[in-house]
């Protein structure tokens, strides 16, 4: 048998053998496409962004440089951003968590033994494969106050509903609903969850004589709490964005996010800045404030859910 | 009535067994009356929506609201796919759709592979900003983008919806990557040895097993892009270049939201959501591990 290279120790230079520098020279090429893509698709676009946010910068005129004004005007002079921060907070404090309850709900039932699981779960998860604009279309006529099919149900029992999208109070508890009903991707998540406990424990529980309500206190929550950890940031980044089924009901036009900016999003907002008005310099303001907001919320989590996420039980 | 001891004892026994038994299919019973019960919640807004599409301008504001069709108005799903130019707005979609699964099948796995099999030292920092990236608000890239496509002229063009798909993206590439990490080292290192070059390997061992992870990729791509509604509504102007997704909204702006023009909308609305659903059914084991997987919808 030859000697090898590698088996002599003489040989082998320190650190880059050409074996290495024929890995690092591929790992280079195979990951080039993406390196070019870090450099003109996000590096070069986010300083860009954050420059564009420090300038007044109306397209076609060329940006001008005002420091810190846009910041300041967002958060001191513009009378709708607080409103759009408390719209997003709504959407993101109260639609996420219902969401979360309604699909951990959904999925608890899914996940007791009921014959025809496949058939049921189809159902639940359906209404997440309509695309956000058809859903939008659709759900406005349902909750159309008066020929809608809710109202007329409500009528039916002698309540009289609510003006729905079209008011001012009710129109965000409405995009909730709508949302609830296409929760069916977080329920699918949850029943994988729920199917990966192992059931060893629930039967120690059983012998120990605790309660169905005692065993998913203490066994199902617990363990499913990074998968509620993990959803709730998704949901939370996914609801600081909203904006598909925003602009189909509440529009942006003259009077954007109608009725009386309640649907008025961050998502939504930020668009008609940058794209009717052509402020981009406001709008990049509002960008960057968005990155940071996602951030924050994100590593709040993070943070706070080490007290209550285990990862060590399973 | 008199009984003896043991005749008494046998009865009561017959009982408590009947009476579990009764209360174990009650429990059953409304179990399934309950899952039905949500069932129904489900369904309902689709019967309204495949009801309204088949109805009378005349029937859709009868108060109160009739759930079966009379006369069933077959032809709003004519209305629907020519008061809007439907099929050019789904063969559009499907044109950006095809080009970015494309892309990304390509750009995603050999990135992928850079992050998995490629043993080199960039790789864990690659690999954190990639990780990095993936929660990276869109808007926050969105202007810069937007001015550069405008000064190449490319605004009202498929390219700004295609083209960044040649680059990766952080999502995929992770997705891939988690898979191929999975894929046995000694299938890696039997064709090394064997004199394979890595780009052999990519396209010889790796690709062909990585069939399951490439299918969620295709079909979450197609998902996603088929929905896209932002993108779109930036970047095309043009009529003729529209997608599904701006055709929809363009029902509303063109007709209204209510009134004579709602059959049709409802019916366009149900075959823009049709191919999502038969995308669904004839992969359903590929759309639950996927959004099991990933994470998203």
């Known amino acids: 048998m030859a000697t090898s290279v590698e088996a002599s120790p003489i040989l082998r230079r320190p650190r880059w053998s050409k074996r290495a520098q024929r890995e690092f020279i591929a790992g280079l090429l195979f990951s080039a496409p993406w390196l070019i893509g870090l450099v003109v698709f996000i590096a070069y676009p986010m300083i860009t962004t954050l420059y564009y946010s420090l300038t007044r910068y109306e397209i076609p005129l060329e940006p001008r440089w005002i420091g810190w004004k846009n910041y300041v005007d967002l958060f001191t002079g513009d009378r709708f951003f607080p409103k759009v921060l408390y719209n997003s907070a709504f959407l993101t404090f109260i639609g996420i968590p219902a969401q979360l309850v309604f699909a951990l709900l959904c999925a608890l039932l899914l996940n007791l033994k009921v014959r025809g699981q496949v058939i049921w779960r189809t159902i639940y998860i359906l209404p997440t494969l309509m695309p956000p604009v058809a859903l939008a279309l659709l759900w406005r006529w349902i909750l159309n106050p008066e020929l809608g099919l809710v109202n007329n149900a409500l009528k039916a029992i002698g309540i009289t509903g609510p003006l729905w999208f079209a008011s001012p109070l009710w129109s965000k508890p409405s995009i909730i609903i709508m949302q609830m009903w296409a929760v069916g991707a977080m329920t699918i998540i949850y029943l994988a969850a729920l199917q990966g406990v192992p059931q060893e424990l629930y039967e120690a529980a059983e012998i120990d004589g605790a309660s169905t309500t005692q065993q998913f206190w203490s066994i199902t929550l617990p363990l499913i709490s990074p998968v509620t950890l993990f959803q709730l940031i998704t949901g939370v980044i996914w609801s600081l964005q909203f904006f598909t089924e925003a602009y189909i009901i509440g529009g942006a036009g003259t009077s954007p996010g109608a009725p009386e900016g309640s649907l008025l999003f961050y998502g939504l907002y930020l668009y008609v800045q940058a794209f009717q008005y052509l402020n981009m310099g406001y709008a990049a303001a509002m960008a960057w404030i968005l990155f940071a907001i996602t951030a924050l919320v994100t590593w709040l989590l993070l943070r706070v859910s080490r007290r209550w996420t285990s990862y060590d039980l399973v | ?297």
């Open chain 2, 1 to 297: 009535m008199s009984t003896t001891m043991s005749e008494s004892g046998i009865a009561v026994r017959q009982r408590a067994r009947r009476m579990v038994l009764l209360q174990r299919t009650l429990g059953q019973v409304a179990l399934y009356l309950l899952v039905a019960a949500v069932s129904v919640l489900f369904l309902f807004p689709w019967l309204w929506l495949i009801s309204t599409s088949l109805k009378s301008p005349e029937q859709i504001i009868a108060v109160p609201p009739q759930l079966l069709p009379n006369p069933v108005m077959w032809i709003n799903y004519y209305y629907g796919v020519t008061f809007v130019d439907f099929p050019r707005y789904m063969l559009n979609t499907l044109i950006i759709a095809t080009s970015v699964m494309l892309a990304r099948i390509v750009s995603c796995t050999l990135v992928a592979y850079a992050l998995s099999i490629v043993d080199w030292p960039g790789r864990p920092i690659l690999f954190a900003l990639v990780l990095a990236t993936m929660m990276l608000p869109g808007q926050v890239t969105l202007i810069p983008l937007f001015i550069i496509y405008s000064r190449l002229g490319w605004v009202n063009t498929f390219l700004p919806l295609t083209l960044p798909a040649l680059f990766g993206d952080a999502f995929f590439i992770f997705l891939m990557r988690q898979f191929f990490v999975t894929i046995p080292r000694d299938l890696v290192d039997a064709a090394r040895m064997d004199g394979a070059s890595h780009f052999d390997i990519y396209l010889r061992v790796v690709m062909p097993l990585a069939r399951p992870a490439l299918a969620t990729l295709v079909a979450f791509t197609f998902i996603w892009t088929y929905n896209d509604f932002m993108g779109p509504l930036i970047y095309l102007k043009d009529r003729d270049l529209w997608t599904l997704s701006l055709g929809m909204q363009g029902f509303t702006q063109r007709y209204g939201a209510g009134g004579t023009a709602l059959g049709a909308m409802m019916a366009a609305a149900t075959l823009y959501t049709l191919p999502m659903i038969v995308l669904f059914l004839a992969a359903q084991q590929t759309f639950i591990r996927g959004i099991v997987t990933t994470g998203l919808k």
